[in-house]
Structures are given as C-alpha cells and as structure tokens.
C-alpha cells in the first residue's frame, strides 16, 4: 500500500515510527552473505575486519541462523570445519586494555607499531588452541563450538567446548573476591562482569548437553550463579555494571553495557532448564526489563559508546538479542517479541546500505564502516527476530 508523504509526515511528528516491512530468511539470508565476505578463509576467522574473540561471534550468529534455516545450514558447514582447523592453529595473539569509561580494547600483532605503551609484539603464530591470556576470549569461543554442535551434533565441537571450560574452571577462586568467581585476565589485573558471566553460561550450556557429566557442570553453573548474585554487580536498579574493584570487591560502578546485560539471560535460562526451577526465569526478566528500560530509545538498543564505539564495543548489542532469544524460547513474553522484531525492522530500514551492508547504530544513521563486528551484531537480532516470531 501506498502511503501518502503528508500522513508520513504526521506520524514523524506525531513521534510515531513509520511502519517498515518485517525482515524476512531472504533478508538474513543475505546478511550471512555479506558477512562472508568478510571471512579469511586461510585462516578461518573474520580478520582483518574484526578480531579473535568477535570472531567467536560471527560463528555463533552463523550457527544460530543455520539452527533456523536450511539454506544457511547447508552453507555453514565448510565454515565451522574450516574454522575449527585453521582458527586454533592461527591463535592471534593480543593484548587487551580496559579503558576510559570501561570500554574494552583489544591490540592484535598486526597493528604493530600502533600500539599503547607496555604492549609487547607478541609472537603471531602460537599454537594453543582457543585458549589465551583472556577468561572471556575463552567462553566466547566455548559458546561458538556448543552452538556449531547444536546445529551439527558434531561431538568434537562439544568436547572443545568441554576442554575450554576446564581451563576457565581452573582460574575458579583464586581471585580476592570470594567465592568461584575467576578472573578477567590470566595477569590478574581485573575481575568484571563479562568473564564471570561467560563462566556461568558456558557451565550451564554444558549442563544441559554433558551427558553423564551434566549434574558436574551444573553444580559448577550454580555455584557461579550464587557468587555472582551476591557480588554486588547486580546494582539496584537491576542492571549489571561493568566489573568490582579488586581492593574492596564492590562494584566498581563502571558502564552499563548492552552485553553484560545478555549473557546472563542466557545462563539463567539455561540453569532454569536444567533444574526445571522458574526462578532463574523470574531473574532473568527482571534484568531484561531493567537493561531495555535502561539501553533503549523509542525501543530501539543503544550502548553509552555509540557512535565510537572501538572494534569490540561494535559488537555487545547483539550479544543481548542473541541472549533474549534464548529466554524468549524458553518463557515468552510479547514485549520480547515486539523487542526482537522492532530491533531488526529497524536495522533493515534505517542501518542498512546496499543489499545488506549493516552497521553500528540500529536506530540509524547508517555509519561507516560496516564490518564483520557490525555485520554479526545486527545479524543477531535478525535471527532473533526470526526466531521468535
Ligand atoms: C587473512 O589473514 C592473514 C593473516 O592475518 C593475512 O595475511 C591475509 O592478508 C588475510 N587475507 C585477507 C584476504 O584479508
Ligand atoms: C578501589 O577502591 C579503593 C578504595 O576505595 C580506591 O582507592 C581505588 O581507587 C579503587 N580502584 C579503582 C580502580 O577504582
Ligand atoms: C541508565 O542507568 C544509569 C545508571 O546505571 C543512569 O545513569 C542512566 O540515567 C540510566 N538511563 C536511563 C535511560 O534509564
Ligand atoms: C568496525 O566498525 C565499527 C563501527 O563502524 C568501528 O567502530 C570499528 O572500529 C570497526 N572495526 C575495525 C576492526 O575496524
């Protein structure tokens, strides 16, 4: 239907949006191509476009969208072997620094020389797997490997997955703060949200796949669960800030970011399926609602950082979709719904060049560039969109 430009006119400044056509498969069909564009199939990670752990992402987004849609399934294959082989030989080495306002940033070997003070060039090619001197980098890659079994039932993957873990595990309660709860970095430098909650939702992803070590890794997800409830990063408005101050171990105040937001959902939803208690559910929605409240305009998600928002800041929102689609599988909500289909219409229309070029900033404008970080981010709340209609 045609709609008159003065009846447009009218909703803009009735403050209504303007009604957009829903994203369809064909639509994400497309954002999987234009994201494979940006795939280094030498060395199967999505480099230069964006880096190690945001990597982990784009697999996780792929493997979502195959869960969904036979096409991609199909295509994902060659891409989660291809990964698998040459990613963990590659191993890019880094090195991370928290900075101003907690952003993260991460520097790569082929930044060289453009790199901070302190920082060492570190040696490209070291095999260790998906391993490396960051907790985080290491739950990512353990969510991406369980999402490509999922999809394939590729035992391998799980066991990746499973071995990751125990690396994680054993970094379980050597920090000041108590409890399980591990470390940001293998230095010891920072103990934040983001790492403890990858910790939680990687034991709780396995407990619902481990076979005859199931009740193993949910006692671990629990234990995680109560040291992260009473950590004090849960603050009163039920938003998680960004991490503690290892002297006094209270919250550090730090941002409110859209990822620390997501990963939570998903470990609560999964404990909640594996002990068939609903209040991990309850929870859950309490910090969905706080963090939509809190990181929206006129619905739409917004992090603090945009429109700077780094290689790694680029990519959190769809973290939070990604997240909100599990719970919404699990315990739907309409307002989740609406949440999820009027984050990717919006993306569709108003952050979008070309067929499928999908950038930062979801209410638009669209902003260069758009790249594999941006690319996988929007990918994500199409997905989940899709995936909860
Ligand atoms: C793939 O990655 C390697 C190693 O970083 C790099 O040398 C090469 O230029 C990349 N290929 C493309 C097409 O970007
Ligand atoms: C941690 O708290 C201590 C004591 O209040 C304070 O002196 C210090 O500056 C804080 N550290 C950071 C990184 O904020
Ligand atoms: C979000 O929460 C922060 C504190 O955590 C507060 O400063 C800010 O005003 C809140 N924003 C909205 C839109 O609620
Ligand atoms: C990817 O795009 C985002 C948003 O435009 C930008 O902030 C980020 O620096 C880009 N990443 C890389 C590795 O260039």
Redesign the pocket.
Known sequence: MFMHSSLVAGLLASGMTVPVNAVAFADAEAGYHTLQQFYNQSIGLWIPSTGWWNSANCLTVIADLAAIDATVKAQSLSVFSNTFKKAQVYNLQMQKVVGAGYMPWTYYGHHWPNFPPGWHKPSPHRTNGFLNSYYDDEGWWALAWIAAYDVTGNRQYLSTAESIFEDMKAASGTTPCGGTAIWWDKDKTYVNAIANELFLDVAAHLANRGGSKSSYYLSWAKKQWAWFQSSGMINAQHTVNDGL?I??CKN?GGTVWSYNQGVILGGLTELSKATHDNSYITTAKQIADAAIANLTVNGILHDPCEPDCGADGSQFKGVFARNLQILQQASPETRYATFLSDNANSIWANDRIGQSELSLIWSGPYIQPANASTQSSALDAIVGALATS
Do not use: A, E, R
């Open positions: 101050n002297t006094t550090n």
